[in-house]
């Protein structure tokens, strides 16, 4: 398969491969430096950057409201900082579901961040937020009808998406479907996905008189996965769980490990504080957890605020931070489906070269051509 550069709003990216956007820390400056450098798009998180500097637990980092919204602020801001040292257009995540999201979405456009990746929600109103056209912005969907309703409702903004990340239900963390929905996991497969949005945005891709990217992502592992996705009309993909078991990627050790040895029988679906299915590892923390032996989250933030973390009796973020420190047994690891494949850590280096080689050696065909 030929690979040619491709095409974000007005900024081009070498090879059509996309690191996504993982919080709380996981896919940070180091990793998006790493993942620039190889000709990729990197994506930096926004979420739960706010203990970086202090290594205070999140019970005491949220005892004032103010101050910790303003922090998070801060660390984003210095993380975009050391991201723009690679002198490339890179992306920045946005939860739509946090209380301060628009906040976030000001401080990384001001800071000169040139894609916003929006997602844990719909971004109808986002162009009045971010009014630069030269800012590429990203809504990510699990669904054609989610892609209409924002194509629709853009229209009185003269405004279309750039892109569209289209994340299918082998992805890891967070999922976009019911329950129910998983567990019918073929009706609604990447693939039928892509396809059912490819048709729906073409007559409002005639319109603008441009291509609409897709990003397919979820479950996609080998160079061979991704040239699937290229051949049946996505413009790149992206990837989360291959990347955490890097040497660049700012977790602790342990929770590289922790992707490293799982199997099978560690991956579970459970349901989170905010209501919604995730996919994550099974550890010490789940299992007591499910016998009412996890003391009740004292947490006033309320990031959230849709987020019941006294009836599920834990805080995310919290949890998530235990395990980027290290703490696995106590925390929450979150993972795509196809992390039992993983059986070593790489640098980012050598997983970009072992993935785009596996494209280029495929016998499949882009859309349109011999």
Same mark, same amino acid.
Request: net charge neutral; charged share 20%; proline share 5%.
């Given at each position: +398969? ?5 095409r974000i ?7 059509p ?14 990793l998006?430096l790493?993942?620039?450098? @190889?000709g &990729?798009m ?13 290594? +205070? ?8 409201s /103010? ?13 975009? !900082? ?61 669904s054609?009808r ?20 289209? =994340? ?9 479907f019911?329950f =129910? ?26 319109? /603008?008189? !441009?291509k609409?990217p897709i ?8 160079? @061979? ?10 413009t790149?993909?992206q990837m989360g ?7 660049e &990627?700012?977790?602790?050790?342990g929770?590289?490990?922790?992707y ?11 349901e ?5 299915p995730?996919?994550v ?10 016998l ?6 004292? /947490?006033?933030?309320? &990031?959230?605020s ?8 834990? /805080?995310?973020? =919290?949890?998530?931070d235990?395990s ?5 047994e ?14 070593r850590?790489?640098?980012?280096h050598e997983?970009v ?18």
């Open positions: +398969m030929e690979i040619s550069r491709q709003g007005i900024y081009e990216i070498d090879e491969l996309w690191v996504g956007g993982m919080g709380v820390k996981i896919s940070g400056w180091p998006v790493a993942v620039l450098q @190889e &990729c990197g994506t930096l998180t926004s979420m739960g950057l706010g203990d970086l500097s202090n290594g +205070m637990s999140y019970a005491e980092f949220n005892r004032s /103010c101050a910790a919204l303003k922090l998070e602020i801060e660390m984003l801001q210095t993380a975009l !900082r050391k991201a723009k040292i690679a002198d490339k257009p890179f992306a920045v995540n946005i939860m739509g579901a946090l209380r301060n999201a628009d906040d976030l979405i000001r401080t990384a456009v001001a800071a000169g961040t040139k894609i916003i990746v929006y997602g844990a929600g719909i971004p109808l109103t986002l162009p009045t937020v971010v009014e630069d056209p030269t800012v590429a912005l990203v809504p990510v969907i699990s054609a989610l892609a209409k309703i924002i194509l629709d409702r853009w229209k009185r903004y003269d405004r279309t998406p750039d892109a569209f990340i289209i =994340e299918g239900p082998l992805a890891g963390g967070h999922l976009g019911s =129910e929905q998983l567990e019918h996991m073929e009706d609604f497969s990447l693939e039928k996905i892509l396809q059912e949005t490819l048709a729906i945005i073409r007559p409002y891709e005639d319109a /603008c008189g !441009r609409i990003i397919a992502a979820g479950g996609i592992y080998t160079g @061979e996965d991704m040239a699937k996705m290229y051949a049946l009309g996505a790149f993909v769980t291959r990347f955490v078991a890097t040497t &990627c700012p977790v602790s050790q929770f590289k490990q922790a490293v040895d799982a199997t099978v029988h560690d991956v579970q679906i459970i989170t504080p905010v209501g919604m995730g996919r590892l099974r550890n010490e923390f789940l299992k007591r957890l499910q009412g032996y996890i003391p009740k989250p004292s /947490c006033p933030f309320h &990031c959230i849709s987020c019941k973390r006294e009836l599920a009796g834990f /805080c995310i973020a =919290e949890r998530l235990y980027f420190r290290g703490n696995t106590n925390g929450l690891i979150f993972t795509g489906a196809n992390v039992t494949r993983i059986d850590i790489v640098s980012v997983l070269t072992e993935l785009m080689d596996g494209v280029r050696a495929s016998p499949l065909t882009l859309p349109g051509t011999l």
